[in-house]
Every structure is written in C-alpha cells, then in structure tokens.
C-alpha cells in the first residue's frame, strides 16, 4: 500500500481536527512572549518554522477534503497564514509582515502539489 492511500485511510475529520487544533495552538503560542523569545533559533530559523507549520498545515487540509482541491487547500493555508500575521499586528513585541504571507502561501502550494502528485500516482496504480 502506497503512502496516499495509507494516509486516506483515517476519517477526515481527524484531520480538521488536528489542522485546527494545530492553528489555534499556533495563535495561542505566538501570543505568548515568553514562548516566542525562547524558540530555539528564532532568528536564524523563523522562515523554516513558517515553511514546516504552513506546508504540514496545508497537507492537513487537503487530507481534510472529500474531494482534494489544490486550489482550496492553498487558498485555506494562505488565508490561515494572514490571520496568523493580522493576530501579531495587535501584539506589542510581535509585527505582522506581508513576505511571511507569502511564503506561507509557497509552503502550502509545495504541500498541494506534493498531495496532488502522490493521488495522482495512486490513482495511476
């Protein structure tokens, strides 16, 4: 049994739930300072901590989705990723950064697309 179909196998829903579960811990972390000021290589790794989050995360919602559409999956991710930046511009030793959103929105099309690569060679089995 390949990968793709292995991960098919759990309800969707397990999925949604641990895809939420995920963000809200992500908001309720980063609103903490204490928490952020300790992130091991918080300046050297910041955008590598923003690719692993948004492109699990994106993986996560497509896992989530009946019928997996790239589109939407990245969509989500991206929108995910903007209320993530919107929730820091309201935190006093947080800022909110456009590129962050966009490379978030990179993160979850690498996802998407390794998703949509490995159903197409399941489908192709």
Known sequence: MDLYALLRRLPSACYAVT????????????????????????DDFSKVYHVVFYGGWCVLVWLSMRRPSLLVAVGLTMLAGAGDEFHQSFLPFREARLTDVLLDT???????????????????Q
């Not at 895809?19 to 918080?42: D, F, I, K, N, S």
């Not at 990179?106 to 192709?124: D, E, H, I, K, V």
């Open 19 to 42: 895809a939420l579960t995920l963000y809200l811990l992500l908001l309720w972390m980063g609103g903490q300072e204490t928490t952020v000021a300790h992130l091991p290589g918080r």
């Open 106 to 124: 990179a993160a979850a099309t690498a996802g998407a697309l390794l998703m949509s690569a490995l159903a197409r060679r399941t489908a192709l």
